[in-house]
């Protein structure tokens, strides 16, 4: 693989592994606090500093697909993500958002022209069972409700993957995250009203725990993912999301002393195989003709 590539490659991945602490350290830092509110704390402040640093807005068409991604992106997908993960065991909301690449190879198609290949359907597919198989545990309840809003954040955001690759802004990257961020915190905003007096009585924990998901675990990461977006195959950057349960079950080994039975390594193997077969092929994105 051309080292080019592959430094995007690694670039990009870097957003679904620290994404894969946002679990342990909303519930260690950050329990019993309103998931939206929680949500809207994370994207308003990474989305207000890089804006003041940037110090560029949308313009014209612009605004409206700002808006339509930060809301695909961020508003509706972690509306969906958290709704999800009350109403189901981590392991059945995990495996469900799991489908979210095999979504985006059909998309990707229609949107953005990807061809369909083979080897994404199945590296999509190895991946979604390798997560079953590491997180999954038998006899796991299924949630009506929560099984459709895991699907429908799925599919929010393989549109959101998918549309970042086809509206291509003639801004830099940074100014590009600093607008959907923006837009999926206003779309939020009206939650931070409702939730005045958590807000003010936010402990210095809670503080750094929202620093910590907003800067790194929004602003950092989606840039890092949205530059993979522009430059690679988005069928190959959405495979890459295989990496968020990964690390969030290392964290659990690491600081909470959980064990993983042979079944799980061999889920976590097959994750990570399925991740290798999907990055083969193409390795770079052709450009998307401008609307």
Known sequence: M?????????????????????????????????????????????????????????????????????????????????????????????????VQPFIIVFLACALVGTPIRAVSVIAALGGAVGVAILILKPGAALDPLGVAAGLFGALSMAFGTVLTRRWQPPVPLLTFTAWQLSAGGILLLPVVFLHVHDLLNLTPANLGAVAYLSFIGAGLTYALWFRGIARLDPNRVSQLAFLSPVAAVTLGLIFRHEMLTPFQWAGMALIFCSIMLGQRGGRAAKPVPAD
């Not at 994370?42 to 991604?69: D, N």
């Not at 997908?77 to 981590?90: E, N, S």
């Open 2 to 98: 051309p080292a080019v590539a592959l430094s995007d490659i690694l670039l990009t991945a870097l957003a679904p592994l620290i994404w894969g602490s946002t679990y342990i350290v909303t519930t260690t830092f950050l329990p019993g606090l309103d998931p939206l509110f929680v949500s809207a704390l994370r994207a308003l402040p990474a989305g207000i500093l890089l804006l003041v640093f940037t110090r560029q807005l949308p313009s014209g068409i612009w605004w409206l697909r700002v808006f339509i991604l930060g809301a695909l992106n961020f508003s509706i997908f972690w509306w969906m993500l958290f709704v999800t993960a009350y109403r189901l065991p981590g392991g059945v909301a995990a495996t469900v958002g799991a």
